[in-house]
């Protein structure tokens, strides 16, 4: 009965974004393939920060949230780094799959691990040894450095584990298999909430206890994904048609050379995005712990949403990718074009649902009404913005299956710090106060939004694309 349901509203949904010129069923099924276990998958790691948040926060109060909102900042410095390196892993792990290059591909996921190793045990060993310098630099609140420090010093080496993961995911995902690392990141996510209850709740070790329930699980999920990409085979899926090669040259020049040439404008595009959030939060701090918290609480609700990105993001990435590498343009353009369409639908319908219930969300992180106020305003405002960051993910997506990853670095450092920066710092030296935060969110996610799209549509990605495929050719011939 609930299948049929399911189905029946399926057909009709289908229907009405075929008819409405937003997506056509078929590319809809397609992406909807690959995209919704991406989407659960964000949604499963997003709330294991919420998770956090909400319980720390219930337990000891904004104090609590404004350290851990520190120390994430100094995490998503290392996750965003990730998230770029793993962009250009699945731009050529999926034009070589779509063009039957499994060698090509085997020996670029090797290069994507080694670059991954170099770069993330130094911010380990960091944010380890460092940590109380790093959170001191953000915050003169005592409390929430203590914190901060503690939650940092903790889930430092879990850092390494999470570079592992997004490029292992990338690379199912490049091969059309989000299933997989959804059930596996689903699985940590699922772990990590528990231990957080059990720890939190169960043995009062308030931050210590949410930070070891997010070190545990992210490692557990590294060993889940590393077993696929050894060539075992899941419960779920036979063997990866591709895997983690380490027969032959360890190191290899060749592919090595436009892995860091496709990826590095991504590292930089996410590198932008993450170190704006120190200013951005420092300059909350102006105006105090209750702003922190109720700032990192919209911040929170902002990662849920763009949940969704995880999965039209990745979708279009892999099926444009896999389409320019079969030389299919025109068809690789449908899917881009289409994606961008569905994602402005359906961050439209999630805004509108966050804004009606905003105060609710704000009262499970928080009980002090002052605060509920401010964090139910935080997150309106975010859910309108987050509009813009679909738009933005999903033309990125687009361009990074053609390997096109220079003009999304662009629109991120013009939107961040051309326009939401300096527009937060206004708050601090004009009346507008609060105020300038809720504005500094709308460009955000608005002015990058605006420099990708244009990118896009003016259709030189396919020219990138041309040009990586030609280089792999030569590389094989």
Do not use: C
């Amino acid at each position: 009965m609930v299948s049929r349901l399911f189905r029946a509203v399926w057909r009709v949904l289908a229907t009405l974004l075929e008819r409405a010129n937003i997506i056509e069923r078929s590319r809809l099924r397609a992406t909807v393939d690959l995209a919704w276990p991406r989407i659960v998958t964000g949604l499963a790691r997003m709330s294991k920060q919420t998770a956090d948040i909400a319980m720390v926060g219930l337990v000891l109060g904004p104090s609590a949230i404004a350290g851990l909102a520190f120390a994430y900042a100094y995490w998503q410095l290392g996750d965003r780094l990730s998230l770029g390196l793993s962009g250009g892993s699945i731009s050529l792990v999926s034009q070589h799959y779509g063009a039957d290059e499994i060698e090509l591909a085997n020996r670029a996921i090797t290069q994507s691990y080694l670059i991954a190793t170099a770069l993330s045990i130094p911010l380990a060993v960091a944010f380890y040894w460092q940590a109380e310098f790093l959170i001191g630099i953000m915050s003169g609140d005592p409390t929430a450095v203590a914190y901060g420090a503690t939650y940092l010093t903790i889930v430092a080496p879990a850092i390494v584990f999470e570079f592992y993961n997004k490029v292992a995911s990338r690379i199912f995902a490049g091969v059309g298999d989000t299933f997989t690392p959804m059930l596996i990141r689903g699985g940590g996510a699922a772990v990590n909430i528990l231990l957080n209850a059990v720890l939190i709740f169960g043995f009062d070790m308030g931050v210590v206890g949410a930070a070891v329930g997010t070190a545990v699980s992210t490692a557990l999920i590294t060993v889940g994904l590393l077993w696929g990409l050894a060539g075992k085979s899941y419960p779920t899926r036979d063997a990866l048609p591709v895997h983690l090669s380490v027969s032959g040259q360890l190191v290899d020049p060749s592919l090595l050379r436009p892995l860091v040439s496709v990826s590095t404008p991504l590292i930089f595009q996410q590198l932008a995005r993450a170190a704006v959030a120190f200013p951005l939060l420092a300059i909350a701090a102006v105006f105090g712990s209750v702003a922190v918290a109720g700032y990192e609480i919209a911040r929170r609700m902002r990662d849920l949403i763009n949940s969704l990105s995880w999965g039209f993001s990745i979708a279009s990435s892999s099926l444009v990718g896999r389409h320019l590498g079969k030389g299919e343009e025109g068809i690789a353009a449908a899917y881009g074009d289409e994606i961008i369409r569905f994602s402005l639908f359906a961050y439209a319908v999630t805004a509108v649902l966050v804004i009606v219930f905003a105060e609710p969300i704000a009262q499970l992180f928080v009980t002090d009404p002052e605060v509920v106020d401010l964090a139910a305003t935080f997150v309106a405002v975010t859910a309108v913005a987050t509009i813009g960051l679909g738009l933005d993910e999903a033309a990125t997506g687009a361009l990074r299956g053609a390997g096109d990853t220079r003009w999304p670095f662009y629109a991120a450092l013009i939107g961040l710090y051309g326009f939401a920066l300096p527009v937060a710092f206004l708050g601090v030296v004009t009346p507008l106060g609060v105020a300038a935060l809720y504005l500094s969110l709308v460009a955000e996610m608005f002015v990058p939004a605006v420099v990708t799209l244009y990118r896009y549509y003016t259709g030189a990605w396919r020219d990138v694309s041309r040009s990586l495929r030609d280089r792999a050719e030569s590389v094989t011939d």
